[in-house]
């Protein structure tokens, strides 16, 4: 017999067994010897049961999540002698580790020839990938030491119970009784934040403020919204003897970009959320872009689909919000009577959500102007279905998705655009509905 990858033997029972019971445990499995030595040669135990105790106790105080259910303890007679051999199985919940050590490299081994060594940040990332899938929020959080206070006191002032039983329906404790990272995003020790920046005039050359929040995802919310509305001044206009009072931004519209900002972002970058206040204008930046499947006019319409649903539904249950997909509509109808218009901006890896002041009164930044920057893509996709409608006689919504290479949705967004225009009417109901031009 020879030590080896699912082989290691001990001439009597250390406190370092557990080192290797870990990495068995993340690795392939395998088997202690306790009473053979380094070299093979068979000592033998005395009190077998004695061992095994401290074997099976060591399991269970000393590694966490509960690998109990895949080691077996038991005695073999090897040359005469009595051994014990304790067979621990390749787990299901990887990774595990060593309960005063965490979810790090000092608390999690790897078994590599004929030792356990520390495992990398990549092969823990591997291993929880493995095991939790590709959700972040459902993957299990690298800290296990979270503390909830702020999201306690949440829960409390909504009259809403926050004990082991909720955290689990919500998804903050994992099936496997480890916290997720959605316990992460909520507990006072979350590792995402809030950059918040004032500056001078248009243009990010003068600095005036700048803030960085963290904790909680509830309590960044709460002083997010608090630092922006110490900058919402209040304009004063009278119309004969009544007063009316018309704030730089739209409260509404600002607690909808915010909130957007913190829901739909992509928490597996370690990058944080931007904010920047201006002279005429806020912008929101959020990362992670559009959600597979989506396009830009898809969520202009209201279409949601939410990267974090389980965050979102902890703010719905928190009635900070009423409704999936309704975030972008309330922005556009706080400026509903207003000559400048919200403006939003997708990338690969972000979202941009500019809000402009309503009471500015110097020259703007272009891109906050009343004609939003995609108004000349708008133009020559309504000039290429009335062209194809002229020459067809009239077109369907299907001949749109096909002309413009666009989504269902994109297709009926457009259309409705040119009807209300004026530029097409329609002809017909259901399925023969087709829409022509106007003579």
Known sequence: MMEGKTTEFKREYVEDIKYTAVAFANTDGGKIYIGINDDGSVQGVGDTDAVMLRVTNMIRDTIR????????????????????????????????????????????????????????????????????????????????????????????????????????????????????????????????????????????????????????????????????????????????????????????????????AITHRDYSFSGSTLISIFDDRIEFVTIGGLVRGLTFDDIMLGVSALRNKKLANVFYRLRLIEAYGTGILRINECYADSEVKPLFEVTDNAFKITLPNRNFTGERKETTSAVPARTKDKAQRQDTILRLAKKQGAVTRKDVEAALKVSQSSAILVLREMVDKGLLVKDGTGKQLKYRTVE
Not at 73 to 86: K, P
């Open 65 to 260: 999540p509960d690998v109990t259910m895949f080691t077996e303890c038991g005695v073999e007679t090897i040359d005469g002698r009595s051994v014990v051999v304790l067979t621990v199985q390749r787990g299901t919940a990887r990774p595990y580790y060593l309960a005063g050590k965490g979810i790090r490299p000092e608390g999690v081994y790897l078994r590599q020839g004929a030792s356990s060594v520390p495992a990398s940040e990549t092969a823990i990332l591997n291993m929880i990938k493995e095991t939790s899938g590709d959700c972040y929020e459902d993957a299990r959080s690298l800290n296990q030491q979270l503390t909830f206070r702020k999201a306690e006191d949440y829960f409390a002032r909504h009259e809403l119970p926050f004990g082991e039983s909720q955290k689990r329906t919500l998804g903050i404790i994992g099936e496997d009784g480890m916290y997720t990272n959605l316990g992460l995003l909520l507990s006072d020790e979350c590792v995402h934040t809030i950059k918040l920046a004032v500056f001078e005039g248009s243009k990010k050359t003068t600095f005036r403020d700048r803030r960085e929040l963290g904790g909680s995802l509830l309590e960044q919310l709460e002083d997010a919204y608090a630092y922006i509305d110490q900058f919402n001044r209040t304009r004063a206009e009278f119309a004969g003897l009544d007063r009316i009072d018309k704030r730089d931004y739209p409260p509404e519209a600002v607690r909808e970009a915010l909130l957007n």
